[in-house]
């Protein structure tokens, strides 16, 4: 039926992307990770060239499925949960099932799941790919910043400490589609990741905010809309 149909699709998304590492695996882990993470951007890509804005849609909703828990007492609602927050209260006398206790470590193994694919793509695939002029390099880019922004709207705190990374990116000359949605979903990340940042830097901001304002008056629709959102992020931190 229908529920198990999802929950195939969901189990088969886990063990690809998000399962722990194997150490007997083919080569060492940072190989293994960087396979999982080219894998999972080339398929946001072939779903970008294709204009499937839905599919990521569903994409995103596989994402979220993955990192919730839910709660047998909600009508099947699902509840996004951090690793550190504490379980629900069980009815007297109960207790987790097992099924639940099982949702709830995967969880937790999707929340550093997710950290590593951020930290790899952007200490990684980032800085070799803007460093590369090549056609096939500058769509994975593109992949990269889709694919991160996908996991920002999941789980923003991981792409806290790259935001300075990400700024020099709301910076490049826009000479075509692929620059206008390396610009858009940098200011969408940022815009996530701005409210959560601890003590940041005012010339960090006021970089920020210059940026944002120059795209503002420069850029087409699309752009103007995400800078106008990531800049209210950005005020209420000044």
Same mark, same amino acid.
């Given at each position: 039926?229908?529920?198990?149909?999802?929950?195939?699709?969901?189990?088969?998304?886990y063990?690809?992307w998000? #399962? $722990?590492?194997?150490?007997? @695996?083919? /080569?060492?882990?940072? %190989? *293994?990770?960087?396979? +999982?993470?080219?894998?999972?951007?080339?398929v946001?890509?072939?779903?970008?060239?294709?204009?499937?804005?839905?599919?990521?849609?569903?994409?995103?909703?596989?994402?979220?499925?993955?990192?919730?828990?839910?709660?047998?007492?909600?009508?099947?609602?699902?509840?996004?949960?951090?690793?550190?927050?504490? #379980? $629900?209260?069980?009815?007297? @006398?109960? /207790?987790?099932?097992? %099924? *639940?206790?099982?949702? +709830?470590?995967?969880?937790?193994?999707?929340?550093?799941?997710?950290?590593?694919i951020?930290?790899?793509?952007?200490?990684?695939?980032?800085?070799?790919?803007?460093?590369?002029s090549?056609?096939q390099?500058?769509?994975r880019?593109?992949?990269?910043?889709?694919?991160?922004?996908l996991?920002?709207?999941?789980k $923003?705190?991981?792409?806290?400490?790259?935001?300075?990374?990400?700024?020099?990116?709301?910076?490049?000359r826009?000479?075509?589609?692929?620059?206008n949605?390396?610009?858009?979903?940098?200011?969408?990340?940022?815009?996530?990741?701005?409210?959560?940042?601890?003590?940041?830097?005012?010339?960090?901001l006021?970089?920020?905010?210059?940026?944002?304002?120059?795209l503002?008056?420069?850029?087409?629709?699309?752009?103007?809309?995400?800078?106008?959102?990531?800049?209210?992020?950005?005020?209420?931190r000044?």
């Open positions: 039926d229908e529920e198990n149909i999802r929950k195939l699709v969901i189990d088969h998304f063990t690809l998000f #399962a $722990p590492l194997s150490s007997g @695996g083919s /080569g060492p882990r940072s %190989e *293994q990770l960087m396979k +999982r993470v080219l894998n999972l951007v080339d946001v890509s072939e779903l970008n060239a294709a204009n499937a804005g839905n599919s990521l849609d569903i994409f995103e909703q596989l994402f979220s499925a993955l990192v919730s828990v839910q709660n047998s007492g909600n009508s099947g609602s699902s509840v996004l949960r951090d690793e550190n927050m504490t #379980a $629900p209260n069980t009815p007297s @006398g109960g /207790g987790e099932s097992g %099924e *639940q206790e099982a949702q +709830r470590a995967r969880a937790k193994e999707v929340h550093r799941s997710c950290k590593q951020v930290d790899c793509l952007v200490e990684n695939v980032l800085n070799t790919e803007a460093n590369t090549s056609p390099a500058y769509k880019l593109v992949a990269c910043f889709t694919t991160l922004y996991l920002s709207r999941i $923003p705190e991981n792409l806290v400490s790259h935001a300075e990374t990400l700024l020099p990116y709301l910076n490049i826009s000479t075509n589609a692929s620059d949605q390396i610009i858009n979903n940098a200011a969408r990340i940022l815009e996530c990741v701005v409210p959560l940042l601890h003590s940041p830097s005012n010339s960090f006021i970089s920020l905010e210059e940026s944002l304002c120059k503002i008056f420069q850029g087409g629709m699309l752009i103007v809309s995400s800078c106008i959102s990531c800049l209210g992020s950005v005020v209420n000044l």
